[in-house]
């Protein structure tokens, strides 16, 4: 084989693994650089979609909702032919039906209520943090990472705080199968499922009778142009999708982001001394992390991504994680974690009309923890293995032991 031949078999290879949950279990720089480098539109032939992992393309198509297109499926897994007639989710979702969802969900994010949310932020984010040892190791997941937007979004549903254990379960099966028709899921994530569906009806149906300032309540009350109230599939699609992708990026951003600090000791130091470092220091754990790995996007006409054709209905795969370590986006430094990078163009919550409705929430949450952070602990060193998970869908991480110090 020469090696050309190697070089195109190498392409290919990394191409079919991006939809490879076992890929994805480590770090993969150096194989998404090889992509991005030698093919960065390329037609894998192993599953029959485009892989796109330059910044340029992705943001491209993210930008071109009415070329490329959600209702055929946002994941492999569930790509169809014929798109149900009402989306299972947000994310399958095109205008019209797509804006008018944002519009219901819009104000459970209005900035009014980030602001109101930010004094009981510090408090909880100082709990978690007082409740950390000091020079002992301490997984970071179970500690901080996993509570802490679990218990935010319970409280911002206007739901107990402490159902953060029950939706911990609910989400990490909703995670772990996504991808997959309901059929295909395993007995136990379709048990999951049911259990969390069964709880958010009884949520909203006590938020009928006695409403409150919440979330639920809010969703509840709404009344379509018609009068109509939403429906409780309606009711459903909507607070199940705000507390699976609520939770994710904040979790596995900060986690990835502490891992990357305690590898990275100066750049802790830079943000230890320097609270103007925390607001660039947010956009680049969100960067570096990128809790979204991969969403695809389906054409509806013949069209073209940087001048390579594209025929109507070749799924094309956006691969965040390679598109926010792009060099010709984010230059020569595009591999290294810098918390004073400027400008910060990244696409860890997408772009366009499928930009993430939480990114107020996520971003407030990750800057205000590093910030209750920094006044606590002076470093942040690894302390044993750092488990990732297995998923193509979301860069996350089930274990990542951590010392910090004063």
């Given at each position: 084989?020469?090696?050309?031949?190697?070089?195109?078999?190498?392409?290919?290879?990394?191409?079919?693994?991006?939809?490879?949950?076992?890929?994805?279990?480590?770090?993969?720089?150096?194989?998404?650089?090889?992509?991005?480098?030698?093919?960065?539109?390329?037609?894998?032939?192993?599953?029959?979609?485009?892989?796109?992992?330059?910044?340029?393309?992705?943001?491209?198509?993210?930008?071109?909702?009415?070329?490329?297109?959600?209702?055929?499926?946002?994941?492999?897994?569930?790509?169809?032919?014929?798109?149900?007639?009402?989306?299972?989710?947000?994310?399958?979702?095109?205008?019209?039906?797509?804006?008018?969802?944002?519009?219901?969900?819009?104000?459970?994010?209005?900035?009014?209520?980030?602001?109101?949310?930010?004094?009981?932020?510090?408090?909880l984010a100082g709990e978690l943090l007082d409740s950390l040892p000091v020079g002992e190791p301490v997984d970071w997941v179970a500690a901080v990472a996993v509570p802490f937007p679990l218990i935010v979004l319970a409280e911002l549903m206007g739901l107990p705080p402490e159902s953060w254990r029950e939706f911990h379960v609910w989400v990490d099966s909703a995670v772990a199968s996504g991808g997959r028709r309901d059929a295909d899921k395993s007995p136990e994530a379709q048990r999951h499922l049911a259990e969390m569906y069964a709880y958010l009806r009884d949520a909203y149906a006590e938020k009928r009778a006695t409403p409150d300032d919440g979330?639920?309540?809010?969703?509840?009350?709404?009344?379509?142009?018609?009068?109509?109230?939403?429906?409780?599939?309606?009711?459903?699609?909507?607070?199940?999708?705000?507390?699976?992708?609520?939770?994710?990026?904040?979790?596995?951003?900060?986690?990835?982001?502490?891992?990357?600090?305690?590898?990275?000791?100066?750049?802790?130091?830079?943000?230890?001394?320097?609270?103007?470092?925390?607001?660039?220091?947010?956009?680049?754990?969100?960067?570096?992390?990128?809790?979204?790995?991969?969403?695809?996007?389906?054409?509806?006409?013949?069209?073209?991504?940087?001048?390579?054709?594209?025929?109507?209905?070749?799924?094309?795969?956006?691969?965040?994680?390679?598109?926010?370590?792009?060099?010709?986006?984010?230059?020569?430094?595009?591999?290294?974690?810098?918390?004073?990078?400027?400008?910060?163009?990244?696409?860890?919550?997408?772009?366009?009309?499928?930009?993430?409705?939480?990114?107020?929430?996520?971003?407030?949450?990750?800057?205000?923890?590093?910030?209750?952070?920094?006044?606590?602990?002076?470093?942040?060193?690894?302390?044993?293995?750092?488990?990732?998970?297995?998923?193509?869908?979301?860069?996350?991480?089930?274990?990542?032991?951590?010392?910090?110090?004063?």
């Amino acid at each position: 084989m020469t090696g050309t031949d190697i070089g195109v078999a190498e392409l290919e290879s990394v191409a079919a693994s991006l939809i490879d949950d076992q890929f994805w279990a480590t770090d993969r720089t150096d194989e998404l650089a090889l992509l991005r480098h030698g093919s960065p539109v390329h037609w894998c032939e192993t599953h029959g979609y485009w892989a796109l992992t330059r910044h340029a393309d992705v943001l491209a198509v993210s930008k071109d909702n009415e070329t490329f297109v959600s209702r055929f499926g946002v994941l492999y897994g569930l790509l169809t032919d014929t798109p149900p007639e009402v989306p299972g989710s947000l994310l399958s979702a095109d205008p019209p039906m797509h804006t008018h969802y944002r519009k219901i969900l819009q104000p459970a994010f209005a900035p009014s209520r980030m602001r109101a949310l930010e004094a009981r932020l510090r408090v909880l984010a100082g709990e978690l943090l007082d409740s950390l040892p000091v020079g002992e190791p301490v997984d970071w997941v179970a500690a901080v990472a996993v509570p802490f937007p679990l218990i935010v979004l319970a409280e911002l549903m206007g739901l107990p705080p402490e159902s953060w254990r029950e939706f911990h379960v609910w989400v990490d099966s909703a995670v772990a199968s996504g991808g997959r028709r309901d059929a295909d899921k395993s007995p136990e994530a379709q048990r999951h499922l049911a259990e969390m569906y069964a709880y958010l009806r009884d949520a909203y149906a006590e938020k009928r009778a006695t409403p409150d300032d919440g979330v639920v309540s809010m969703l509840v009350a709404h009344r379509e142009p018609d009068g109509r109230a939403l429906s409780d599939a309606e009711l459903m699609l909507f607070l199940a999708q705000l507390f699976i992708a609520g939770n994710e990026t904040t979790r596995n951003s900060l986690t990835g982001g502490l891992v990357t600090f305690s590898e990275n000791p100066d750049q802790w130091a830079r943000v230890v001394a320097n609270p103007a470092a925390v607001a660039p220091a947010t956009e680049e754990v969100l960067r570096w992390s990128t809790a979204v790995i991969n969403f695809f996007r389906v054409p509806v006409v013949d069209t073209a991504i940087a001048g390579v054709p594209i025929v109507a209905g070749q799924p094309v795969c956006m691969n965040y994680t390679s598109a926010n370590r792009d060099e010709l986006e984010f230059g020569p430094t595009a591999n290294s974690f810098d918390v004073l990078r400027d400008p910060n163009h990244h696409l860890a919550f997408g772009f366009g009309a499928h930009f993430c409705l939480g990114a107020a929430l996520a971003r407030l949450e990750i800057r205000v923890l590093l910030d209750e952070l920094r006044t606590r602990f002076t470093t942040i060193e690894p302390a044993g293995e750092v488990v990732r998970t297995a998923s193509h869908l979301i860069a996350g991480f089930s274990s990542a032991p951590l010392v910090f110090g004063r």
